[in-house]
């Protein structure tokens, strides 16, 4: 099914500065937030690198702008896509950031098109051609595909999931805009009411919709004195009986059933105590950074029952970012090596970013393990990390190109075979057969095996749980309708359970995915 999208934003979850003021979002308010600490930004990929006139940039530590490591003597002659200074091959094609660039007689680079963002420039393993991809969406933009509440990548080439609501009426791409345009996270609707309870209205007993929005008539009772919500059926219940409609908590007198209270949500409400449970994490969708054990760093939301739980596992605490509500990708491996023209680097004790430990001198060529003396044979090839060099007419080393991992760089002809997986491709998917859950291999080139998927729990379901965290095998197709008996059940959103939504006296069928009581 095509996702429903909405509109631009003028930026994305940025927290806006003005304090102590509400802003009205159709039938809910917002509460401004304060402005965060600056942690992470988003300006640029942390393993980046781009040309700046003659000057060769990468990516600072705090990834909200750039910062110079190398000067070339011309702009012509700065090669991003090498991450070097370099004399080109003509028609030799390259990409510096959102630029599509071809190398002229002259040896030098000059752009030809603007592809729009980096990502969706895109370039051939040998750099033989690159060419510009068309945009898969909008800047800013959310979506909804059934249930999964989506937002437009940063490199505008894919969809990034953001929430699996409880129902698709749930997924509203209008208010995750309106809550991103406010430096708040997006966040599904909050459902009406929950699976299998009942309400009434005056003498008419209502049952909660299987789509968790609405509810929906059984029957007329005798009178309102009759209408019992705590069982779903029309026998009186004894006075001071309290039940759960939804938000509403109830009491029942000789006039039916009547609210006493209105709980902040479905979840909070407690009929067998008679009263509505406080959260014990604030509003939900609040988010924090905590740790899993006491050591993985993790990303926890405020969930619609007051707990705390696990959205994300994060690399390390320094990715874990609660204002905008995410991980951010780790730069590199722990103890990870690359070599940036001279430049030799590691990986940042906190995996934020790549530090240079050296620069090797005139003469020397840049290697895994430091610095050696630059002399080759014409045409030779080698692979040092993910840089793929070739020798120069002159007898030295010269990067050709970044690979996006090292497993990827060809050794034969200086090369770069495109990822299998990763990025923006997923890091999660099902085997053809659908009874295993795959995992990217972190070298980019294979799919290994995450978790089987069998009895009794046989649905492969590669996105992230509804509350976070790491993908699971189903217990059943997320939002399936089934009879069992004379109970008419509908799969979670989290695939892991199916309630009773209804109650079907001459029992129940399912035909093309529409249920129906008999």
């Not at 009942?198 to 929005?213: K, P, S, V």
Request: charged fraction near 20%.
């Amino acid at each position: 099914m095509a996702p429903r999208s909405v509109g631009r934003l003028l930026g994305a979850w940025v927290a806006v500065s003005s304090l102590g003021c509400q802003v009205v979002l159709g039938d809910f308010e917002i509460e401004e937030p304060a402005p965060a600490p600056l942690g992470l930004g988003t300006t640029c990929e942390p393993s980046a690198l781009r040309c700046n006139g003659p000057d060769l940039e990468q990516c600072a530590a705090d990834r909200r702008g750039w910062e110079p490591l190398l000067r070339c003597e011309t702009a012509g002659q700065c090669d991003a896509t090498a991450g070097a200074c370099r004399s080109c091959r003509p028609g030799e094609a390259a990409c510096n950031g959102s630029s599509r660039q071809v190398c002229n007689a002259l040896g030098e680079l000059e752009t030809v098109e603007d592809c729009q963002t980096p990502a969706l420039c895109r370039l051939a393993g040998d750099r033989s051609t690159a060419s510009c991809a068309p945009a898969t969406c909008n800047e800013g933009e959310f979506s909804c595909d059934v249930n999964r509440l989506l937002a437009c990548g940063p490199g505008r080439d894919h969809w990034d999931l953001v929430a699996r609501c409880d129902s698709g009426p749930l997924c509203d791409a209008t208010q995750a805009a309106d809550q991103a345009a406010h430096g708040i996270p997006p966040t599904c609707l909050v459902p009406l009411c929950l699976p299998g309870s009942f309400a009434c209205e005056g003498a008419t007993l209502l049952r909660c919709g299987a789509d968790l929005n609405a509810w929906v008539p059984v029957g007329p009772c005798a009178d309102a004195a009759s209408c019992n919500p705590r069982d779903g059926t029309c026998t009186p219940a004894a006075d001071g009986t309290t039940a759960c409609s939804g938000r509403d908590l109830v009491r029942k007198n000789a006039d039916g059933f009547q609210k006493i209270a209105s709980c902040a949500a479905p979840l909070l409400c407690e009929p067998e105590v008679g009263a509505c449970r406080t959260s014990t994490c604030g509003a939900p969708g609040t988010r924090r950074c905590s740790f899993i054990d006491d050591v993985l760093p993790a990303l926890e939301e405020c969930a619609a029952d007051g707990n705390w739980i696990v959205r994300g596992a994060c690399d390390h605490r320094a990715l874990c970012d609660a204002a905008a509500g995410r991980c951010f990708p780790k730069a590199c491996d722990p103890d990870a090596v690359r070599c940036v023209g001279p430049a030799h680097q590691t990986c940042s004790a906190d995996l934020t970013h790549w530090e240079t430990d050296r620069t090797c001198a005139e003469g020397e060529a840049c290697t895994v393990g430091g610095c050696e003396p630059d002399a080759c044979t014409p045409n030779a090839v080698r692979c040092v990390a993910e840089s793929a060099q070739i020798c120069n007419a002159a007898g030295h080393w010269e990067p050709k190109l970044h690979c996006a991992t090292e497993k990827l760089c060809v050794q034969s002809d200086a090369s770069c075979d495109p990822p299998m997986c990763g990025g923006s491709l997923g890091d999660y998917t099902c085997s053809p057969q659908g009874d295993t859950l795959l995992i990217c291999d972190p070298s980019r080139t294979v799919w290994n095996s995450f978790r089987p998927c069998t009895a009794p729990t046989p649905v492969c379901n590669a996105d992230s749980p509804v509350g976070g965290g790491l993908p699971v095998c189903n217990a059943c197709e997320p939002l399936a309708y089934a009879c069992s008996g004379k109970a008419l059940t509908r799969c979670l959103a989290d695939g892991l359970s199916s309630p009773t939504i209804a109650d079907c006296p001459g029992g129940c069928s399912v035909s093309s995915g529409v249920p129906s009581c008999l």
